[in-house]
């Protein structure tokens, strides 16, 4: 059933097809709002929200509706999940539902109980987010985090990981931003080594909030955006779901709520249909959401890779497609980075709008 959605997918995005019949691959699902730092790039730092869970029952119709179709959810947002206090319990509801899910962490919480808890859980992918090698970068970014505990924390899970031969795959991150891009070899130097860390990624940096000109140039969206066939969907804590991760931070308008919508009826409502239809004609920069978004822009290629290969399987391979693109010489074709300055359009961006929902 995930083959064929997968197909259906790939099919609908290779033919630039507004009307999909299929689900996404892949979520975001922000299972709490709350968060226990405070970080300069972080869009809760714009958008305040508030200290709240998301209830069982948006939770559960989600996997529901999804579980024939999703491949991978990630249970993250922008808050942190060990704040979360029923995260364990939806990790294993994903499970049974045969969806693989990810955690990322800012490592706080990430204490010997909950790194017990974590080994034993049927969780597949934890990204361990550690944006420095020095105190100073680091404690810069992560205000309210002490950098030599945090370093510990993942030191000590990743160890244990690697003696209890547990399956779970660990990323190490950082972040690449304008006071840590000189710390990227010591970075990759020291975590590579660590037991039980399977990789290492250096990320670019997705939001605008450090770069708040960035944004892709007029002729670098003759590719669609993947997101809108493939996801991930992100879904807020209270149900609402927005087309892609970037989204919300960019001002865009939900596009349904799945306590009050199905997800088919969501993903392919009206709202989702323009902005495919947009993109198609390659005429993504007239959103006004998509003309500002730091996300890069894949080439097809790697697009119909993607579809081709289960979910958990590309999130996987994501760093070290990264990687090649990056430092090892792999055509920048393949991934389009957003530029520092976009040219201002000829003609007003649009915003899409919503069915009067709420």
């Known amino acids: 059933m995930r083959a064929l959605n997968r197909a259906r997918l790939l099919w609908a995005y290779l033919t630039k097809k507004a009307d999909v019949p299929a689900h996404p691959v892949e979520y975001i699902v922000e299972t709490t709002a709350k968060c226990n730092l405070y970080c300069p790039m972080c869009p809760r730092e714009t958008f305040k929200q508030p200290k709240e869970d998301m209830p069982d029952p948006v939770f559960q119709r989600l996997v529901q509706q999804s579980g024939q179709s999703a491949e ?4 993250i947002g922008l808050g942190e999940p060990f704040l979360d206090p029923k995260i364990f319990d939806r990790i ?8 693989s899910t990810l955690l990322s962490t800012n490592g706080v919480l990430l204490d010997e109980a909950n790194g017990d808890k974590l080994l034993r859980s049927p969780l597949k992918h934890i990204t361990l987010s550690f944006d420095g090698s020095t105190k100073e970068s680091y404690e810069f970014y992560r205000k309210g985090a002490n950098f030599e505990r945090v370093r510990d924390n993942f030191l000590r899970f990743a160890r244990r990981k690697a003696e209890r031969k547990a399956p779970l795959h660990i990323v190490v991150q950082m972040v690449r931003m304008e006071r840590n891009a000189g710390e990227v070899e010591d970075f990759l130097r020291f975590w590579k080594d660590v037991p039980g860390v399977d990789q290492v990624r250096i990320k670019e940096d997705e ?13 670098e969206w003759k590719h669609p955006c993947h ?3 493939r996801g991930p969907m992100y879904v807020k804590h209270n149900g609402d779901v927005y087309p892609c991760c970037q989204s919300y931070m960019l001002e865009g308008k939900p596009v349904g709520n799945i306590g009050r919508s199905s997800l088919s009826e969501i993903f392919n409502g009206p709202e989702m249909q323009e902005l495919r239809r947009y993109h198609v004609t390659g005429r993504g920069g007239e959103v006004d959401m998509c003309s500002r978004c730091c996300t890069t ?3 097809p290629l790697l697009v119909a ?8 399987t590309v999130r996987k391979l994501l760093p070290v497609v990264e990687r090649l693109v990056y430092f090892a010489g792999l055509p920048k074709r393949w991934l389009s980075p957003p530029k520092p300055v976009p040219p201002k359009p000829a003609e007003p961006l649009v915003q899409i709008s919503t069915r009067g929902k709420s």
């Open 72 to 75: 991978h959810m990630m249970l």
């Open 92 to 99: 294993h509801y994903c499970e049974q539902h045969g969806i």
């Open 207 to 219: 939001t605008n909030l450090m770069r708040p000109n960035a944004g892709h140039e007029a002729d």
């Open 227 to 229: 997101y809108l066939w």
């Open 297 to 299: 822009i894949p080439h």
């Open 305 to 312: 890779g993607s579809l081709i290969l289960h979910g958990e």
